[in-house]
């Protein structure tokens, strides 16, 4: 027994003897620290990143050892560790280069996939606001508004309305709407200008500790860019009476700070018959300091608004009855218009090597209504079935995350973790549902009133790492405070439900090597239900959970291919459907899915790139009958993918397709939504190192599809009875814009 304490302990004084470490700053060629920056030590295992100041420190260094080190756009360098370097301080300096993905180690990160999507952003720019969310591998999204409401989204066999059950943020901005006037977490990024985005994080599933309301399915954080490099002047011209214009201009440039201001004017009469008269406006302000040492610190202010004329759904007899042409409507006098202020800092705080503070704040105003006719003369043969949705809302915000990583004797052992504590308040003003005619005449008020909904939360995650195996569990805490005061009552009256709710996560990664990571992971997330439907004590849950489990990996069998697979279960307690002739959104009880992703992305040369991914989903609802259980408009095949050309002889572009399988539109799978397979196309030409012109297709070979598809009871003005079958917003046709752009 002696022997064995007395081995033991002389292992452990071997490990304090001859285990080593590194540290230094790495810097660009312009001698600026690089935050993020990953590195890697090949032979065990062991990683780091950047903070702000550059500054990594690795420990577990032996001599010998291969050192990776790798950011996106940097090219990538390899170190042999000698003996005179242990202990000590080396700072290294990368070379920018394209974009490429042999830049992308796939070491012990939970979201490595967020990378290679980048990889795809910075080879070819997002050029529209629907494209923001097509890089989220498996996400299909279709717009019933030409632009003037939030996308339907669809990931992983949900049909996610507007957003229900994905968490999506911009630069920490929360943009899901809890309690919102047209469903539960509607989410529009249309005030986000593309040409400003810098990288895209995302997530699927529920197993991040820092991610609460709505991430279930997943979740996507947008970051824009920081500064600018350039000037930029922007003009898009195309079928339909389009035009589009974006500016970004530098207002100040220093050593440590940076201001610019950008701005995007969008306007069409879009491709129905009834002209859109859309128009949208984009404005941002931002204010940068980075002393590159400990602390950076981001001031931004942004103004959207939008209004639009629509056609809105029809319903496929009266095209096939020659009633209405493909493009035509039944009432031509839906829309809306919406708008979004916004006002938000950005901070963080280096203590020292070990500890750091990321702190963030914001307020907007948001302010939307909107005109609908789901089902046309179903309940009302005289005036038509016309519904307003309208609310005006202020959203107040806060959170502070501390990191802390411990140096550990140990060096085999590398340990961190952060610690969150955030609130949202939501201040929901004259949340209405009416009945209205010709957007000019209201004839009943349905919903009328007040809502406030206060979200505080806090959060735990922690980051053990041995070896090559990686544990992450997490904890985070909800508490919702919800209070209603509906008008239409006799008497004013307060309704209020508060409730908590406690979401663990456990993550376990296995990076067994530079090329091949291998993860599992569990989860529990929720979304809340409306204030609304909570308040009014129908015995609906306040705060539906899910319980998520992923298995995968990500294999990179040469330097520049990438293949990802993952199989994955997901367990609702309570889904929520939009229904249609009431314009609200109803639970409807307990769903489970599972499925499998599969990706592949492959730089076939310096400027070639190809990508695909295919998802397989099964959805069902776990509390009816077999056969009565199909989950309407769940997607359950779909795939996208890109052919890209970067760069070649000043040639760059792509063409990509996306494409959705056909599907069930009610619970029996008697009414079908038709699936759809359409190609876009896009080429660039540098015809200076300033001056570039393009041309975008959308819908390349014209196909005719059905971008959105409900299946709804509808009565036509001159019907008896109704019918229910598909009504849809036809997808667009052959799409053709042109643009030049200028930098300075």
Known sequence: MKQIILSFVLLALCNTVFAHEINGTITNENNKPIEGVNIYNQNTGGYAYTNVSGYYELDDISEGDVIIISGLGYEKQELIILNSQLDGTIN????????????????SKANVLSQFANVEIKTNPIKSAQEILRKIPGLIIGQHAGGGKAEQIFLRGFDIDHGTDIAISTDGIPVNLPSHAHGQGYADLHFV?????????????PYYADKGNFNTAGYIELNTKKSIEDNLIKIEAGDFNTLRSVNLFKISESKHSSAFIASELVLTDGVFDSP???????????YNFNNYEDEELTLSFSHFQSRWDASGQIPTRAVEQGIIGRFGAIDDTEGGNTSRSNIWVNHTKQLDEHQRIKSKAFISKYDFEL???FTFFLEDPINGDQIKQKENRTIIGAESVYNRTFHIEDHDIQLSFDAGVGFRYDDVNDVELSRTKNRKETLERIAFGDIDELNGYTFLSGNFKSKKWTLNPGLRLDYFKFNYVNFLTDNYETLGESDVIVSPKFNTIFAASKDLQLFAKLGYGFHSNDARVVTANTGEETLPHAFGADLGAIFKPADRLVLNTSLWYLLSEQEFVYVGDAGVVEPSGESKRYGIDFGFRYQVTDWL?????????????????????YIPLAPDFTSTGALTVNNLNGFSGSLSYRFVDDRPANEDNSIVADGYFVTDFNINYNLTKSLVIGVAVENLFDVEWNETQFATETRLFNETESVEEITYTPGTPFFLRGKISFTF
């Open 276 to 286: 859109q008269n859309f128009n949208r406006l984009n404005i941002l302000g931002r």
């Open 193 to 205: 200008i593309p040409e400003i985005i810098d990288n895209i994080d995302f997530g699927k599933g």
């Open 371 to 373: 005109y609908s006719n």
């Open 92 to 107: 290294i300096v990368l070379q920018i280069s394209s974009v490429s993905l042999d830049q992308v180690v796939l070491v």
């Open 609 to 629: 790139f190809l990508n695909s991914d295919i998802n397989y989903t099964i959805a069902r609802s776990t509390e009816e009958l077999d056969g009565q259980d």
